[in-house]
């Protein structure tokens, strides 16, 4: 069941991002095809009103491309959170609820799809800034980068001298997901907080998310005080300063993102629970 709620959600999502993606990518070919323009600059600048006039084209199609891109951002956002609040606080929630699920299967197909639609998103404008790129410098030139035996070798080299870099870059993708689920259901525990309210359930969800960001900020700057001035931490950090170089910032590394996910693990596990709880114990659809 959990996979149909996944699948339904995805089918809503997808049907309104879809076409701005398309849109974005339409644009970034468009300024594509304009860099391609500006390589015959040389050539233009004998056709003094044609090297004007596609000057003019590539402000317009630039001001455009970084309008859809802002589009893009907004309407994700938008939609991830109406998708939440319409689905379970609203009247669409009279029918969720009735279903043969678990409230937490509800909440976790909402915070799955719009995880994996904002990913969806963000590969978008990676995409798009890399046709820019294709136009600006043209594929060869690009490709010829990318493959370049100097560049690779570097990298190679690089890697060697840290052998624990696959656990370094397996860290760091457990440390982008949970980031980014701790995002969805920061705003989800807000609005679940905020529908508690009789009244003016927008503007509480909003005052909640606001207040919980404030809250996690001051529990943080309170541990980092704590932290630095325990005797364990200091010799810890002593520890590592004096290793070598390389082997140093390895284990700082390590000591960040491991940190980094465990604070941000607790703070998912109480917003993901805590919206459960309201939504299992204190759901008001009034």
């Known amino acids: 069941m959990f996979g149909k709620l996944c699948k339904y959600e995805f089918k809503s999502i997808v049907r309104t991002l879809v076409p701005i993606y398309l849109a974005v990518i339409a644009v970034s070919i468009l300024n594509a095809f304009m860099g391609f323009g500006s390589l015959f600059t040389d050539y233009l600048d004998n056709l003094g009103f044609l090297n004007s006039l596609l000057s003019l084209i590539q402000g317009i199609s630039l001001f455009v491309y ?13 939609v991830i959170i109406q998708r939440f609040y319409k689905g379970l606080l609203c009247d669409e929630g009279y029918l969720m609820f009735t279903l043969p699920v678990k409230p937490w299967q509800l909440i976790a197909a909402k915070g799955t799809a ?3 639609m904002s990913l969806a998103s963000g590969l978008t404008a990676i995409i798009s800034i890399i046709i820019l ?6 594929p060869a030139e690009f490709f010829e980068a990318i493959t370049s035996p100097y560049v690779w070798s570097s990298i190679g080299q690089v890697l060697s001298e840290v052998p624990s870099w696959p656990l370094i870059l397996l860290e760091a993708v457990i ?8 995002k969805l259901f920061h705003m989800y525990f807000s609005m679940a907080l905020g529908h508690l309210s009789n ?13 919980i960001s404030m809250a996690v900020s001051f529990i943080s700057g309170l541990f980092m005080i ?8 200091k010799s810890f950090f002593d520890i590592i300063d004096a290793m070598p170089g390389v082997q140093s910032m390895t284990y700082v ?5 491991i940190f980094s996910i465990i604070f941000n693990g607790i703070q998912l596990a109480i917003f993901f629970f805590g919206t459960e709880r309201i939504l299992s114990k204190k759901l008001n659809l009034e």
Do not use: D, Q
Request: no cysteine.
């Open 66 to 78: 970084f309008g859809v891109l802002v589009a893009l951002s907004v309407l994700t956002l938008i």
């Open 114 to 116: 719009a995880f994996v």
């Open 133 to 138: 790129i294709l136009g600006s410098i043209g």
């Open 175 to 182: 440390l982008l997901i949970v980031s980014g689920l701790l």
């Open 199 to 211: 009244s003016h359930r927008i503007m509480m969800s909003v005052v909640a998310f606001i207040a």
């Open 226 to 233: 704590i932290a630095s001035i325990n005797p364990a931490t």
């Open 253 to 257: 590394f390590h000591f960040a993102f």
